[in-house]
T-cell receptor, first 115, second 114 residues
Framework: AQSVTQLDSQVPVFEEAPVELRCNYS??????LFWYVQYPNQGLQLLLK??????LVKGINGFEAEFNKSQTSFHLRKPSVHISDTAEYFC?????????????FGGGTRLMVKP | DSGVTQTPKHLITATGQRVTLRCSPR?????VYWYQQSLDQGLQFLIQ???????AKGNILERFSAQQFPDLHSELNLSSLELGDSALYFC?????????????FGPGTRLLVL
């Protein structure tokens, strides 16, 4: 079974500062990895995903993440955050060998950008 | 706007009742997914359909059932409702339902059981 741990439930940061949201996964097989963002009162939107290839993945809104197989991590980074980045961020995994495409989500990290 | 629509947006009902949540996928998507988001359990996968057939099943209670119709819309039926079923229910869709595909999420239906 797969599981995802997001180590920080809340991350406060000042506007224009860099941020890293941490994600670790547990799986005995290869995985696909995703980061989704949920703005207040909205559904989830994909930021980026890792399927294969380059371990550094660039996404929308200036976000990027790095897949580290040895540390089973997929941390999300942004060099300079904006107030509009305030949202909940979810890391998720899926199994490439499954017939379906179910996502297993972490508990979420609330990013709070302060002026 | 993801292109996935869900109705109703809000639903308030009583324990023991039955409700139906509806989802229309993005145009062209053949696969739909249902997720439950609650404070206790976080975001949990419930079930996936592809072109009318069940493809994957997660932590879906026996009191819950779902189906995907020929026009590809899907319904999630929740019966014998309990207080703990209060949650945000998301529908998502993707093209083929294959591993790694991006899932596009609807705005959700917020269910409150009193």
């Amino acid at each position: 079974a797969q599981s995802v741990t997001q180590l920080d439930s809340q991350v406060p940061v000042f506007e224009e500062a860099p941020v890293e949201l941490r994600c670790n996964y547990s799986s005995s097989v290869s995985v696909y990895l995703f980061w989704y963002v949920q703005y207040p009162n909205q559904g989830l939107q994909l930021l980026l995903k890792y399927l294969s290839g380059s371990t550094l993945v660039k996404g929308i809104n200036g976000f990027e993440a790095e897949f580290n197989k040895s540390q089973t991590s997929f941390h999300l980074r942004k060099p300079s955050v904006h107030i509009s980045d305030t949202a909940e961020y979810f890391c998720a995994v899926s199994d490439p060998n499954n017939a379906g495409n179910m996502l297993t989500f972490g508990g979420g990290t609330r990013l709070m950008v302060k002026p | 706007d993801s292109g996935v629509t869900q109705t109703p947006k809000h639903l308030i009902t009583a324990t023991g009742q039955r409700v139906t949540l509806r989802c229309s996928p993005r145009s062209g998507d053949l696969s739909v997914y249902w997720y439950q988001q609650s404070l206790d359990q976080g975001l949990q996968f419930l079930i996936q359909y592809y072109n009318g057939e069940e493809r994957a099943k997660g932590n879906i209670l026996e009191r819950f059932s779902a189906q995907q119709f020929p026009d590809l819309h899907s319904e999630l039926n929740l019966s014998s409702l309990e207080l703990g079923d209060s949650a945000l229910y998301f529908c998502a869709s993707s093209v083929q339902g294959s591993p790694g595909e991006t899932q596009y999420f609807g705005p959700g239906t917020r269910l409150l059981v009193l």
